[in-house]
């Protein structure tokens, strides 16, 4: 289990900090199964449609980063996308879930490593230790815990 005493980023500060360019942003609904709308170029433009859309519907929508990937276009309509989460863990605690796209296990391996790999980079850009994981599977609790 994680330290307590190492503060856990809040997810859009680090969500804020990742380099302008690094990533895309997605937001996708699991009672949905379904990305909601295109890519967005900003954070805070996926973070209004996620509120909005949790206000208007009750769902949980996350906001995830998206690594652009040709060979994933159009798979999302196709159903060839596989529906898979992970829980990402700072310092041992809950961060939240994320929804990889991939059409095979080693896009999705993929797709994990690299947020894995931006979350860390960009943790020490906010002057914190590089603590992100990743597990298979929903997370078991709240984030922060």
């Known amino acids: ?11 859009e500060q680090l969500f ?3 380099p302008a360019g690094t990533v895309q942003w997605i937001v996708y609904c699991p009672e949905e199964k379904a990305q909601l709308g295109e890519a967005m170029g900003s954070s805070e433009q996926a973070f209004t449609v996620q509120k909005r859309h949790n206000q208007l519907t ?3 929508a996350t ?8 060979a994933l276009e159009g798979l ?3 159903g060839q996308v ?12 809950t961060f939240g879930p994320y929804f990889p796209l991939g059409s095979t296990s080693e896009e999705i391996e993929m797709s ?29 609790t709240p984030p922060g815990q």
């Open 58 to 60: 009750g769902h949980t």
């Open 82 to 93: 596989q529906n898979v989460v992970f829980c990402i863990l700072y310092d041992g605690r």
């Open 63 to 70: 906001v995830n980063p998206y690594f652009d990937n040709p």
């Open 112 to 140: 994990v490593a690299n947020i894995i790999r931006t979350y860390n980079e960009t943790a020490v850009l906010m002057g914190l230790p590089p603590l992100f994981t990743a597990i298979a599977g929903a997370c078991r």
């Open 1 to 11: 289990m994680g330290n307590m005493s190492i503060s856990m980023p809040d997810m």
């Open 16 to 18: 804020s900090a990742i």
């Open 76 to 78: 999302n309509d196709s």
